[in-house]
């Protein structure tokens, strides 16, 4: 597949491999002509990337609009190309580029964790049961519509499965043949799920709003809400009115979140993977972390139980909240459904946001140092944090100017304006507590008897009473009285010494319960958002003040990176956990 004809970065770097090989003990040294180059080839792909990301931004957004001459079907046939495209590359680097000689010549430990590669399985499993479905929907009147929304569905399952298997075997790897098509091609891949993420959020957004403001808007609004899938010229004659094709639509709608989650996790490991390429990793410096995932292991089990009690208080009152709005029109039981949102909120993030405030004064008595060494992925984790905190931060904002400029103001006004306050401080305080556990290095096993253990290395245990104790280094011996100023010990004593386990340091125990405690309690802030639960439609405070077309736009952007942001701590918040 063409690896001997490497660039000269490739030959550069297996010369200096070689050359290293004889001096195992010098860390390899990148000069700044090597660093040049790699801007340049970054720079191409990163080109390519923009204008794609540009051309389906542009497409996705004019096809939500009915009185622009850009349909559904151009969206699909756009993401079918870019889907086949990716999985033609994909193929060529497995098959071609991974298995050329000195194709890796090393991996990023950091990159690709086992649970994010879990969760990446997770989302990928729900998003082909929505494709299942979709391919039902459409294929319920299939004579009266493009034959690319039903490949579209087909293709995407194809990808999925393609893409998943790649990034699991591969999410670590730093590759050094073939950059410029591996630099492309990454970022072909990143592309393409960002234009997915766009197209089901935009798709998915309508829907809500179609269904929540079908009674407040006028018919030309109502029209531009309708366009949701199906062309508008044929939506009479392609009327899903069976049973099952109900059952189809209403389900892969309802799976859309998993999908969307899918796509924005594959995008952060693919960006991580195009920083590695072409990447030299100094093991001599660059210290790597097995890092064991025990989630019951050593713990109070108070943060767990506290999680789970929101976790399922959060899932009734999402299921009462979902009852009382859509099945009723009276506007009281509206109002109780807001105020039982408002008061589990508020508490929630307020709880949350104490939390988190107590985590981070027990990292200031924290004695484990800080990792400053060059990690893309915590790089990313930092980014997407502080990024998709901005969703949030502007619904909340906008939320309190209306709110404040508004009259008359009532009590679920009141518990509106707490509400978002309470969004901003938490998110912030969140946001301080991840940053900072993902910087300290992992802990370090706290030796109740150090110079003991130390000089017990490599014993030979003759009896308990007679220890005939050799020092490799030294030669000497200890004796069960004093030796060279260390304090006398019984046998039995460094026997206990030596078998006991060691004792977690009570800050770790801490920030693990807060860890678990924020990560369960995140996990019902993302479902409530994601499965249907959108005050900001129901409340009509900000709706009046900034009108039906502002407000509703100002959600549709905004609301899909906070519901990301829940997701992503998540991840971030498990990584704390195990790294504490």
């Known amino acids: 597949m063409g690896c001997g004809h490497k660039d000269d970065k490739a030959s550069l770097a297996s010369s200096q491999i070689v050359s290293f090989s004889h001096q195992p003990h010098q860390p390899p040294s990148t000069p700044a002509s090597k660093e040049v180059w790699k801007k340049g080839g970054r720079m191409f792909s990163i080109l390519l990337a923009v204008h794609l990301a540009l051309l389906a931004c542009t497409l996705v957004s004019s096809g939500a609009f009915e009185k622009i001459a850009v349909h559904d079907y151009d969206v699909f046939f756009l993401l079918t190309v870019m889907m086949l495209m990716v999985i033609i590359w994909i193929i060529f680097y497995l098959v071609g580029t991974s298995r050329c000689p000195d194709a890796i010549l090393c991996k990023d430990s950091h990159a690709g964790p086992v649970w994010l590669r879990g969760g990446l399985i997770l989302f990928a499993i729900f998003s082909l049961v929505m494709d299942v479905f979709k391919i039902g929907y459409y294929s319920s009147f299939y004579s009266c519509l493009s034959a690319i929304k039903i490949i579209y569905p087909i293709v995407q399952a194809i990808f999925v499965v393609v893409q998943t298997y790649f990034l699991w075997i591969s999410a670590k790897d730093c590759v050094h043949v073939h950059l410029n098509v591996t630099r492309c091609g990454l970022m072909l891949t990143l592309t393409t799920n960002l234009a997915v993420w766009m197209s089901a959020v935009t798709d998915e957004s309508v829907h809500k709003a179609h269904s929540k403001l079908k009674k407040n808007v006028t018919d030309e609004i109502f029209r531009w809400l309708l366009k949701a899938g199906m062309r508008s010229s044929s939506a009479e004659e392609c009327n899903c009115n069976s049973q099952i094709c109900q059952i189809f639509k209403n389900g892969y709608f309802w799976l859309y979140p998993f999908n969307i989650e899918y796509s924005l996790f594959a995008s952060a490991m693919v960006y991580v993977m195009w920083k590695n390429v072409g990447r030299f990793i100094d093991h001599h410096s660059h210290h790597i972390h097995h890092l064991k995932f025990r989630l019951f292991r050593r713990t109070f089990f108070v943060g767990i139980v506290l999680g789970l009690i929101i976790l399922v208080s959060g899932l009734g009152v999402l299921i009462l909240y979902e009852v009382q709005v859509n099945s009723s029109a009276e506007s009281s039981k509206k109002s109780q459904a807001l105020t039982m949102y408002y008061i589990f909120n508020i508490v929630c993030l307020g709880l949350m946001s104490l939390v988190c405030i107590g985590g981070s004064v027990i990292y200031r008595f924290d004695k484990r140092d800080m ?47 707490t509400y978002a306050l309470l969004m901003i401080a938490q998110h912030t305080f969140q946001n301080i507590f991840i940053i900072e556990g993902l910087h300290r290095q992992p802990p370090k096993e706290d030796h109740k008897h150090d110079s003991h253990q130390k000089d017990l290395y490599g014993l030979t245990f003759v009896n308990i009473n007679a220890v005939s104790l050799r020092v490799p280094d030294s030669g000497s011996t200890l004796a069960p009285s004093t030796a060279s100023g260390t304090e006398a010990m019984h046998p039995s004593d460094l026997v206990r010494s030596l078998t006991a386990p060691k004792k977690m340091n009570w800050r770790r125990k801490f920030l693990r319960e807060i860890s678990m405690f924020l990560l369960l309690s995140n996990i019902i802030l993302w479902i409530m958002p994601a499965f249907g639960a959108r005050p900001q439609f129901d409340n009509d405070t900000e709706l009046n003040f900034y009108g039906d077309s502002m407000w509703p736009a100002i959600v549709d952007i905004c609301l899909p990176f906070g519901i990301f942001y829940r997701m992503h701590a998540v991840a971030s918040l498990l990584e704390v956990y195990i790294m504490s």
């Open 371 to 417: 990792d400053r060494h060059k990690n893309p992925t915590r790089t990313l984790d930092v980014a997407l944090l502080m990024g998709a905190a901005l969703g949030q931060y502007a619904i909340s904002y906008y939320s309190i100017v209306a709110i404040v400029a508004s009259t008359p103001r009532d009590a679920i006004s009141a518990l509106n304006l």
